[in-house]
Structure formats: structure tokens, C-alpha cells
């Protein structure tokens, strides 16, 4: 609050101070005082009411910026009403008073829709858990089929479990520190991971995986790595060329470590390039391909951002795509 | 033969795997009952033990404490639980690895080989591979026929034990990939196609050019 704000807003009391004291002034002129004696108490007057009106507005803006500073510090705004100090004056406790109630009314619907958001997670955490268990069986029993159906059967299946995994680390995103587990681990064990978990669909498509240089420590979540790894790798198989190769190699960067995957895939239109992290966003190529949800690169940079990864994508259309992630030095994982 | 003890509550999943388990050559043993698993491990004498999470009654982590002092086989924990507190806790808790579902049974098949390994109750492999006229030996990398022999390099000598294992039947490129993609080396068509090449140009030195044939279109015979 600035003093032009307060006098401004003060501008009615002030005025009306003003008419009272011309008026007395009037009064005692007509009623025969000394003007010497009425310029004196003229002064006094003046003295007066500017002391009491600047008291007022130090007081008021104390008292505002102690509410700010209260504000501030809190981590969820809403529950302000309940943090501050008893209020001065009947208006202002009365004005608390609603406003604490509109508060208190507020914090039942946020703990009410994240009481219903936190079992929709648990629910879809389990659903997931107990889907797995007939995926695991269906498996099994391909394996007596003989080979191009049984070929074909675990493709469709391991879409299901595509789609399924992203279902899983959606609702996980919603609350990450509940599973975030950041260690100590080797990049190669994440390559080599997420390449076992897309097998049969690089073998599929006939795709050549190269590595190069993954003997680099990173300090991250594994099982997040190896699915926003996963999500790429999926990429670049849906949306490859004549003869694809997905090459998959890492650098140190100081203290950073950078993982470029690139594949020589059909690539992105450059006006595209720009929305493919957005949900929902499938490109030209993901339409007339089919199948396409537009959520995995969603979910990779939501991920990333809980991990602190950086993450970047660059692409020649039609000659191929690279996806750079940038583990972050473990100095700089205490803030995440 | 090493015994594979199964625990898992599900049964389709439970009677194809111990059905897969059997044809690798393993013996299984089966758990149906949930109750005092332990004595039943101690009375069977298990080489290894699949252990799921999710069980009827005591769950697979306590289970696996005691089992441990049950009986002195190493534990791989199958399970659909993927967080990473869980796998933590599993391995802390005395399990030798730790496998989520749904798992691909080349994959299942290999990490249940190594934990055998290291637990030093792999199975005696038969290392001799007959077919015909040929001979392989598996520990030594040899191939001979007629008192020829020749020495094949680690992708040769997996493709020619598919083809052996299979012999008479179409093998697909795809099924040979797949029998050659091992954790770190990545084979892929092309590669394939070279050890091929080298592989016939050795049975050409032990005078049998003509071993594999090409199906068009299917695969390779042998």
C-alpha cells in the first residue's frame, strides 16, 4: 500500500476534517477571536489530524505486510485464515470471521477431491498390478502356439502392456514422491533394462540397436528412467524407416550426463516439432499410422521434470529423430 | 535335474509355467496349498524358488524371510508390484533377483539360468549336440563331422545349436534373433545374415556345404 493509495483512499474522512475545521474556524471568526490566536490553533489542528492519519497508514501497512509475510511463508495459501494472528478492531475480526468460514469450507472440497484423486490413483495402481496377472498367463500360453501367430499374438500383447504401463506411471504422476527412489546407478543397466522390456518389438521390426559409452554413473529413478527410455525406444520403432537403427549413446557433460537416443526414422515436420510434448498432441504421422496416443511424450516430460532430467528433441524430416536427456549431477538433485 | 519350487496364487499362470519350466528341463514343484510353505520347501529340498508378492494369507516378503531359513535355495521374487521401495525391499530381504510381470519368457528363462548359475546348481547342459553327421560340442565351440572339426565363434555356435535343437523343423529368422539377443549384444537382420554366411562357409570346411537350407520366405532348416 502506497501513501497515494491511502490518502486516496482515505480522501472522504480527510475532507470531512478539512469542512470541520473551516467550519469551527468560520464559528470563532464570527464569534470574535483573534485571528492570531485562530492561526495557531489552525496549525495545531492540521498537526494533529496529519499525525493521526500518518499513524494510521504505518499501522495499516505493518499490519499488511506481516499478513503478506504470513502468506508467503505458507505452502498451501489456502489454509491462510487459519495461520494468522487474532485480528485487531471488531470490523476486521468480523471480516476474518467470513472469511475463515469461506476458507474452512474451501479446505473440505480440496481435501475432499484429493481424498477421491488418491484412491482413483490407488485404484488404478491396483487395477494395473491385478491386469498383469492374466498378461503374464496369456504369455505363457503363447508359447505353444507355433510361430506366426504366436509372433503376432505377443506384439498385440505387448501393446497391451504399452498402453498399460502408461495408465500405471499417469496415475503416478499425479503424487511422484510417493515412488520417486533416486540412487546411485549405471546408465547401462537402465539401455539394458528398457531394451528387455521392448524385445520382442525392436526383434519385430527388425530394428539394429547400437550403444555406445554407457558406462556412465547417473543419479536417478530407475524404473522411471527405464519408462520414459521405454517411451523413445517405442518411438522409434512406430515411426521408422527403410533399414532402421536406433543408436543409443551417452556422454559426461561436467557433472551432467547425456543421453542421446536417435533413430533414422521418418522424422518430424518442423512446425510439429514444437507440440509433440504436449498431451494429447499426435502429429501427422501418428494419425495416418494409427494407434498413435499422444500421451507418451506427454508423460516422458512430466516425468523428466520430477527427475530433473532435461529433455530435448530434435528432427530432420523424413532422415531421423534425436531425443537428448540430460541426467542431472547429484549436487543438484537436494532441491528436486 | 535342478527342482524349481513355484509359489504363486494364480492358477493359469502357475500350471503353464511349471508346463514351460518342464519342457527346459527342469523339475517343478508346484505349491497349491498356502499354509506353512516352509515345511514343504525343507521336506522338497528346491533348487530355486519362484516366489510372487501378492499371495493368499502371508504375503511373499515374509514368506521370503522365512523360507531363507527354511532352506538354503536362492529366492527370485515374480510379481506385478513394480514400485521401487518394493524391488528394494525384496532384494533386502534376502531374494536373489526380482522380476516384474508381465515378463517375457526368454528373458524369465535366462535370469532363472544365471541365478542357478551363481547359486552353483545350473543344470548339467548336454554338451554334445548330434544331428546327422554333425557334432557339437557346446562347452568347446566345435562342430565336426567325419573326423573334421572347426571352431565357431559365439553368434555361429548359438545359431547352429537353434537350428540342431530344431532339427528336421523350420526355424524363422525372427526365432534365430531372438535365441541370439543376449543382454548386451544386440543382433539384428543384418548380422544374422553375415554369421550366417560364416557358419555354412565353415560346414563347407568340414565338407558339409549344404547343411542348412534356406526355406524361402519361412526360415532356415537343418
Redesign the interface.
Known amino acids: 500500500m502506497t501513501l497515494r493509495e491511502f490518502l486516496s483512499n482515505r480522501l472522504k474522512c480527510i475532507a470531512l476534517q478539512v469542512i470541520c475545521v473551516g467550519l469551527a474556524t468560520l464559528f470563532l471568526f464570527t464569534t470574535g477571536t483573534q485571528p492570531g490566536v485562530l492561526v495557531i490553533l489552525l496549525i495545531v489542528f492540521l498537526l494533529v489530524f496529519l499525525t493521526v492519519n500518518m499513524l494510521d497508514f504505518f499501522q495499516q501497512r505493518a499490519r499488511l505486510l506481516e499478513l503478506k509475510s504470513i502468506l508467503d511463508g505458507l505452502d498451501r495459501k489456502y489454509l491462510f485464515t487459519e495461520c494468522v494472528p487474532q485480528p485487531k478492531g471488531l470490523f476486521e475480526q468480523r471480516l476474518f470471521d467470513l472469511v475463515r468460514l469461506a476458507g474452512r469450507d474451501m479446505t473440505g472440497a480440496v481435501s475432499d477431491a484429493q481424498a477421491s484423486q488418491r484412491e482413483y490413483r490407488e485404484y488404478v495402481e491396483r487395477w ?3 491386469i ?6 496369456a ?3 503363447c ?1 505353444e502356439l507355433d ?2 501367430t504366436r ?1 503376432k499374438l ?1 506384439a498385440e ?1 505387448s501393446q497391451i ?1 504399452a498402453h498399460v504401463e502408461r495408465a500405471l506411471f499417469y496415475a503416478r504422476a499425479e503424487n511422484p514422491e510417493q ?3 533416486f540412487r546411485q546407478i549405471e546408465l ?1 543397466e537402465i539401455v ?1 533394462r528398457a ?2 522390456n521392448h ?2 518389438l ?3 521390426n ?6 555406445e559409452g554407457l558406462d556412465c554413473i547417473v543419479y536417478t ?3 522411471w528412467a527405464v519408462f520414459i527410455l521405454g517411451q523413445l525406444l517405442q518411438n522409434a520403432a512406430r515411426y521408422r524407416g527403410e533399414a532402421p ?1 536406433i543408436t543409443i549413446s551417452a556422454h559426461a557433460l561436467g557433472k551432467q550426463v547425456r543421453l542421446t537416443v536417435s533413430d533414422n526414422g521418418i522424422g518430424i515436420p518442423a512446425h510439429e516439432l514444437p507440440r509433440v510434448f504436449d498431451r494429447g498432441f499426435t502429429g501427422s504421422s501418428g494419425r495416418s499410422r494409427g494407434g498413435s496416443t499422444g500421451m507418451g511424450l506427454y508423460l516422458c516430460r512430466k516425468l523428466s521434470g520430477f527427475l530433473g532430467l532435461g529433455l530435448e528433441i530434435a528432427s530432420k524430416e523424413g532422415k531421423q529423430t534425436t531425443v537428448t536427456l540430460t541426467f542431472p549431477a547429484k549436487e543438484n538433485l537436494t532441491k528436486l | 535335474m535342478p527342482k524349481i519350487m513355484i509359489i504363486e496364487d ?1 492358477p ?2 502357475r500350471e ?2 511349471a508346463l ?1 519350466l518342464e519342457n527346459e528341463g527342469y523339475t517343478t514343484l508346484v505349491i497349491t496349498k498356502f499354509t506353512d510353505i516352509p515345511a514343504q520347501a525343507a521336506q522338497e529340498h528346491p533348487n530355486l524358488i519362484l516366489l510372487d508378492i ?1 499371495l493368499p494369507g502371508k504375503d511373499g516378503f515374509s514368506l521370503c524371510a522365512a523360507l531363507r531359513k527354511a532352506v538354503p535355495a536362492p529366492v527370485i521374487f515374480v510379481t ?6 518394493d524391488e ?1 525391499r525384496a532384494l533386502s530381504l534376502g531374494g536373489d533377483d526380482y522380476i ?8 524369465l528363462l535366462a535370469r532363472i539360468k544365471a541365478v542357478l548359475r551363481r547359486s552353483g546348481s545350473g543344470p548339467e547342459q548336454a554338451d554334445l549336440l548330434e544331428a546327422g553327421e554333425l557334432r557339437l560340442s557346446l562347452t568347446k565351440g566345435v562342430v565336426s563331422s567325419g573326423g573334421k572339426a572347426v571352431e565357431l565363434s559365439r553368434n555361429e555356435l548359438q545359431i547352429l545349436a537353434c537350428l540342431m535343437v530344431h532339427t528336421g523343423q523350420i526355424v ?1 529368422r ?2 534365430l ?2 535365441a541370439l ?1 543376449d ?2 549384444i ?1 543382433i ?4 544374422l545374415s553375415v554369421n550366417m554366411t560364416r557358419l555354412r562357409g565353415k560346414l563347407a570346411e568340414i565338407g558339409l556345404p549344404d547343411a542348412i537350407k534356406t526355406r524361402r520366405g519361412m526360415g532356415y532348416q537343418l
Open positions: 494395473v498390478h491385478e498383469k496377472t492374466p498378461l503374464t498367463a504369455r505363457l500360453i508359447r510361430g506366426g509372433r505377443i500383447l502392456e515412488d520417486c527412489l547401462e539394458v531394451i528387455e524385445r520382442s525392436l526383434i519385430q527388425c530394428i539394429q540397436v547400437e550403444t529413478d530407475e524404473k537403427v | 494364480d493359469a499362470i503353464e509355467l514351460l501378492g506385478s508390484r513394480d514400485a521401487g521401495a528394494v516384474t510381470k508381465p515378463y517375457s519368457v526368454p528373458v524363422s525372427a526365432d534373433i531372438d539377443w543382454n548386451q544386440y539384428d537382420d543384418n548380422t
